[in-house]
């Protein structure tokens, strides 16, 4: 299964008061109150007054991203991280195969970063994106590492996360569907059974 991400992520209400003016600016809910920015063409132009750039060869340590960091860009997240940290991330995994890469501004700078892994052989704790996300403020809680903690791995593309946003789903609307499931195989196994016709009992 393919995974892809391309967005920025920091403090809820940070990212509210930078994007309230835009119009190609989604934002989606993150654990801890942090919040998912999913950087598309449409939101670079907005922000940038042109269109975004690719890199036309495969991420390496040298050239990181896919989407190239122009000066407007970095820029604007620069400014963004003078109200607190803020980090741009990039994933793209197929058949287990892929990369993630890293880097964070605070106070009008980089402080960390940017960092690429295609290995990933290091302690998860050392990949990029959870040491991005370490470094935003993501505190240990009960799930592997930073990038589930948050909730990262709820959707799996930008089109996930643009869709995640516009319906105001939280970051645990997954695992509450599950629940409401698992309640609902409960309270049917705990109704009375007795033989007869399909539906008899209200059960299609």
Do not use: C
Not at 4 to 18: H, M
Not at 73 to 94: I, K, N
Not at 128 to 146: F, H, K, M, S, Y
Not at 147 to 173: I, K, M, V
């Amino acid at each position: 299964m393919s995974y892809q991400l391309s967005a920025v992520v920091a403090d809820v209400e940070l990212l509210r008061e930078q994007t309230a003016d835009l119009d190609h600016a989604v934002l989606a809910a993150l654990r801890q109150d942090f919040a998912l920015l999913p950087v598309t063409p449409q939101l670079v132009q907005e922000l940038t007054g042109g269109l975004p750039d690719f890199a036309t060869d495969e991420p390496r340590a040298e050239r990181p991203f896919r989407l190239v960091l122009s000066p407007p860009l970095a820029e604007v997240l620069a400014r963004w991280s003078r109200s607190g940290p803020v980090a741009y991330l990039e994933a793209e995994f197929a058949g287990g195969l892929g990369h993630q890469s890293a880097v964070v501004w605070l106070g009008g700078e980089v402080s960390w970063g940017p960092r690429y892994d295609a290995a990933l052989d290091r302690p998860r704790t050392e990949w990029p994106i959870n040491t991005a996300l370490a470094r935003l403020g993501a505190e240990p809680g009960a799930w592997i590492d930073p990038f589930a903690e948050l909730g990262l791995h709820l959707e799996r593309d930008t089109d996930g996360w643009l869709a995640h946003g516009r319906r105001g789903l939280s970051a645990d609307y997954w695992d509450e569907l599950a629940e409401e499931w698992e309640l609902r195989q409960s309270d049917k196994q705990q109704q009375p059974h007795r033989s007869g016709p399909v539906g008899e009992w209200g059960i299609a």
